[in-house]
């Protein structure tokens, strides 16, 4: 973590003392954090841990000041534009346009990225497929399950070949068999492209099944880093993350958070207005 | 930038294409105010227009005044889109500020354009002796678009400033019927007080009109000060909308 000169060309993400607060409330506590090309790291923490607002501040959407953040060694106050073309993103509430068909949904995010014209319907038909909703293209997202759209926001995000996928919760709200489902199509993906995941989340088993790597943020800050098997060896054997995080925090981490409700209410009023 | 604003547009044409209602209920507005409004204040002929009948001078207003219902209310799709996570993931696109506000704009022009298409036909019907020069509906379909970019990036600009939905339709509500009455719409400049006057003066509406009523009617106005005025209108629009754009999602 000290060695910065050396290493960074091969880190997808670098972050140092990171800061962010929202008026007098600090969301984001001297954060740093390397995320290694071509692995899958996870934020984990808690609702409120500040997993959200750090995604933010790497994809540009707040400025990264103080602090500073690298994507594949640029500035992202300085190359704003050169990092967003690098980025696919997912952010946390469901967010596909429920009044356009999967395909035109996919379609408009391949116009926004330069897809050139030629290569457009097959990537869009690529991704598509990729997810796992070639069938169900025509479709409008209104009548898409949640595990579906959020498999077409995977879609949306990887039309443009990202080298880093940034996905922020990406299961939330969603049954076993359909996180599942996302999981496997983010798998696959990565295993073809070898592309850099970043994926923040709230559930211990989720972190520990797929990710390399995790961070265990917590009020703000990164209270823990490491492999899960890194992360539960301190422990007495066949500890869970949950007993690991509990250990490094002292607090529990499965508090019922409200970010089901969010992502419902979110749909309803998608589906009402889209 | 012109592929990003077309791609914007495009998606507005799908979303059109999925679900026609909204264009017929929102021609039942401007269609009461020609049946009604025109038919009646043509019989009583309480408004000097000339040698023009007023269904004449009035249609060309209440296509403007349809431009700017639609678009005034536009901000309210932002701010929907802040909260439903769609602003953000555009934001993390290579697109420019500006390109997504001026995409944004052109897309409540198409939308514009569907209703002008209704209540041209209902002018028609009504016997309004309407323009049959390509030319000078080339022209309607650019100041049209003018000025539903202008207004509904007014619209975007207050989203910005107001940053929540119930504060936005407020503000929209409280300005709408003053940009209405205090143009050329209904009635000519002639026959305001003098303060309302300089309200007309000042409001892009009226050169919006001005400019549908030389096109598509005939009377002779100020063509080429309409439109640069409305082309100025719309820059200084989608500059003020852009830079609060990133505002709405921190
Ligand atoms: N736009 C915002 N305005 C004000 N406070 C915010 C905003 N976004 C997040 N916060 C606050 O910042 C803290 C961290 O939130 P967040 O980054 O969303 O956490 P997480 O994603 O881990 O649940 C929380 O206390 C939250 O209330
Ligand atoms: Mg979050």
Known sequence: ?274 | MLARVAAMCVVELQKMRHDRTEIYTRAIQPALWLLIFGETFSRIRAIPTGRVPYLDYLAPGILAQSTLFIAIFYGIQIIWERDAGVLAKLLVTPTPRAALVTGKAFAAGVRSLAQAVAIMVLSAVLGVALTVNPLRWLGVVVVVMLGTAFFSCLSMTIAGLAMSRDRLMGIGQAITMPLFFGSNALYPVGIMPEWLRVISHVNPLSYEVDALRDLLIGTPGHLLLDVAVLIVAAAAGITAASALLGRLVR
């Open chain 1, 1 to 274: 973590m000290s060695d910065e000169s050396g290493s960074v060309d091969r880190h997808a993400v670098v972050c140092r003392g990171l800061r962010h607060a929202f008026g007098g409330n600090v969301a984001v506590d001297g954060v740093d954090l390397d995320v290694a090309e071509g692995e899958v790291f996870g934020l984990l923490g808690p609702n409120g841990a500040g997993k959200t607002t750090t995604i933010r501040l790497i994809t540009t959407l707040l400025p990264a000041k103080p602090g500073m953040v690298e994507v594949f060694g640029l500035d992202v106050a300085r190359h704003r534009m050169a990092v967003r073309r690098a980025i696919g993103y997912l952010p946390q509430q469901l967010s596909a346009d429920a009044a356009l068909t999967g395909r035109e949904n996919v379609e408009l995010f391949a116009r926004l990225f330069d897809v050139p014209r030629r290569q457009r319907r097959e990537r869009v038909e690529e991704v598509l497929s990729a997810v796992g909703l070639a069938d169900a293209a025509d479709r409008r997202a209104q009548t898409y399950s949640g595990g579906m759209i959020r498999r077409l926001e995977l879609a949306q995000a990887l039309v443009s070949a990202p080298r880093l996928l940034i996905l922020d919760e990406p299961t939330i709200g969603l049954d076993p068999v359909a996180r599942d489902g996302v999981w496997e199509r983010i798998q696959e993906v990565r295993r073809a492209t070898g592309m850099t995941v970043l994926v923040t989340t709230h559930h211990m088993d989720e972190a520990d099944q797929h990710c390399g790597r995790i961070a265990l943020m917590h009020r703000g800050r990164v209270q823990a880093l490491g492999t899960p098997a890194d992360l539960k060896s301190g422990l007495e054997p066949g500890a869970t993350l949950e007993e690991v995080f509990r250990a490094y925090t002292g607090d529990r981490l499965d508090e019922p958070g409200d970010g089901f409700r969010d992502t419902r209410s979110t749909r309803r009023t998608a589906g009402r207005l889209g």
